[in-house]
């Protein structure tokens, strides 16, 4: 995903909570820099600033960051030589998502907040719903036709 030119990230939204693995191909890759750190911190007042030595590959720089709660995820990049590159200025600043939190897992199967006793009912009448298809299926045929006799137990 690029929502920058020279940054990208591994997902298609950023999502408190989680991590995010960025990728940097601006001007101080371009300028052949040996060191680039990523400065970064959340929201309007950049609550839990951090800075991160990003790995140096063919693609650019890289960087795997958890994201914590806030509205925004703001940086900026710094090299060896104390570089910046804050967007002229204005700094990369991107939204954050808020979880979803009407899924959750719990005992590896996905149940919905408030409805524990629908999904039960629903799940239970659509067993019920199955049995009775298998059983029109199977029988009816069989019924229709005359060949449905129950067996009689052999005496030998």
């Not at 060191?35 to 839990?48: A, C, P, R, T």
């Not at 600033?49 to 960051?65: S, Y």
């Not at 910046?84 to 990369?92: K, L, V």
């Not at 979880?99 to 239970?124: C, F």
Request: glycine residues 6%; charged residues 25%; aromatic residues 14%.
């Amino acid at each position: 995903m690029e929502l920058t030119k020279n940054v990208f990230f591994n997902t298609d939204k950023l999502v408190e909570n989680s991590k995010v693995k960025i990728s940097y191909t601006g001007k101080l890759f371009q300028d052949a820099s040996q060191e680039v750190s990523i400065h970064y911190g959340f929201g309007l007042n950049w609550d839990g600033v951090n800075d991160i030595q990003m790995e140096k590959t063919d693609l650019g720089f890289q960087a795997e960051i958890d994201l914590i709660e806030g509205e925004t995820f703001n940086f900026c990049f710094k090299n060896e030589q104390n570089i910046w590159d804050n967007n002229d200025g204005a700094n990369y600043i991107f939204p954050l998502e808020k979880v979803q939190h009407e899924l959750l897992v719990l005992d590896d199967e996905p149940v919905a907040l408030g409805s524990v006793r629908r999904l039960r009912k629903s799940y239970l009448w659509s067993k019920k719903v199955r049995l009775a298809i298998y059983k029109i299926i199977t029988y009816f045929p069989k019924i229709i036709s005359g060949n449905y006799y129950k067996k009689k137990p052999s005496n030998t």
